[in-house]
């Protein structure tokens, strides 16, 4: 190899960096958009949910209500006011309008699938009303899916959820379940709040969230303690099962007696702990003890990101729309080519620019091998 005299020319290193991104451009030209592998089901559940989102906001105007285009600007009405006589805790306005998107009931779908859960397996589902979109969406994965849901509702919500005393989510249940689409009912219900019991509300308002139970006729659940509460939701929930197996708890939202107190936030999605290491009393540490998976839906934000969803969207996203229906491609085999192909032409340019150095700059005698 012929010594150089100068270093690498800077048109050399043009010439380089326009194969480079060549190569580049090549890749980009060959991207196909792919479906997702589940993309049937995952547009299927998608539907369901905007049908039911549809449902629910033409019943919430002919009850009256009004939508507030500020904190709901796609105008959805599934995103309530800040307080209300029955507003039990804090809550996340942009979880909430992210939820709203009926595309996210194929996130719902994607985690009940990695869960393994199929046609007719048992699901105990606990939640309240603060994220009453995504409660939707999980009827809908769930139906999608074949899966049975055992439903237990506490009526309270927070901020931003299903939280004006005249249209709880029993309401919006109670709507879905008469058009059909979506024919789930809770089998019991209690107040929610503190200790699931109500604390922290008002007189008027524990009485609104009854009133909420008795008009759509829910069996009320009224511990004394959490404990309690759990007690009375297993029991519930192991009759309705009428001796099947539960093979999943899935919690939405930030229910006392599903969670319980403790003061370390559940990971949000499929939760891969022991049942020691779940808070006790609570409702997911009482069915992990029984063999069932843990799934929660409670930092919609976080599991957005996870599966790179858009995080309250506006404007609405069209059906079907997004990653998780359909993603670029490339050619992996080719980009391995192309990708092996610069390497070996920078090693080139660097050994020789090495060599340049080391006998021009460094007075280093020229490595064997190499002729003059």
């Known amino acids: 190899m012929k010594r150089r005299t100068d270093k690498v020319s800077q048109w050399e290193l043009i010439v380089l960096a326009l194969i480079a991104v060549g190569l580049f451009a090549i890749l980009v030209s060959l991207a196909r958009v792919a479906r997702a592998q589940d993309y049937e089901a995952r547009l299927q559940a998608a539907t369901l949910s905007q049908e039911a989102f549809q449902q629910i906001r033409t019943a919430r105007s002919q009850v009256g209500l009004a939508i507030d285009e500020i904190n709901d600007p796609n105008r959805t009405g599934l995103v309530g006011g800040q307080y209300s006589l029955i507003t039990v805790g804090r809550g996340d306005l942009g979880g909430a309008m992210t939820t709203t998107n009926p595309n996210f009931a194929a996130v719902v779908l994607a985690v009940l699938r990695k869960a393994k859960l199929g046609r007719n397996d048992v699901v105990a589902v606990g939640w309240n009303g603060s994220l009453p979109a995504l409660n939707v969406e999980v009827l809908a994965a769930c139906q999608v899916l074949g899966v049975k849901p055992i439903v237990i509702t506490s009526v309270g919500s927070g901020m931003w959820g299903a939280n004006d005393p005249r249209f709880t989510w029993l309401d919006m249940e109670a709507v879905l379940n008469r058009s059909g689409a979506l024919a789930v009912r809770s089998v019991a219900a209690s107040l929610g709040g503190e200790g699931d019991i109500g604390r922290g509300l008002s007189p008027a308002g524990r009485d609104w969230l009854g009133s909420a139970i008795a008009r759509n006729r829910v069996p009320l659940l009224a511990p004394q303690s959490l404990s309690e509460a759990v007690a009375q939701r297993m029991d519930a929930y192991q009759r309705a099962a009428q001796g099947r197996p539960i093979r999943a708890f ?95 032409l920078l090693f080139g340019v660097i050994e020789i620019d090495v060599d340049y150095y080391a006998r021009r700059v460094l007075g280093m005698r020229p490595r064997d091998g190499m002729k003059g």
């Open 250 to 344: 899935i919690n939405v939202g930030n229910g006392a007696a599903n969670l319980g107190e403790s003061n370390k936030p559940l990971p949000t999605g499929l939760v891969d702990k022991r049942p020691a290491q779940l808070p006790n009393p609570s409702v997911v540490r009482a069915m992990a003890e029984q063999g069932a998976t843990i799934i929660n839906f409670s930092d919609i934000t976080r599991l957005a990101y996870r599966y790179r969803f858009p995080v309250a969207p506006l404007p609405m996203p069209a059906l079907a729309k997004g990653r998780m229906f359909a993603e670029k491609k490339y050619p992996v085999n080719l980009a391995v080519i192309f990708t092996v192909l610069i390497v070996v």
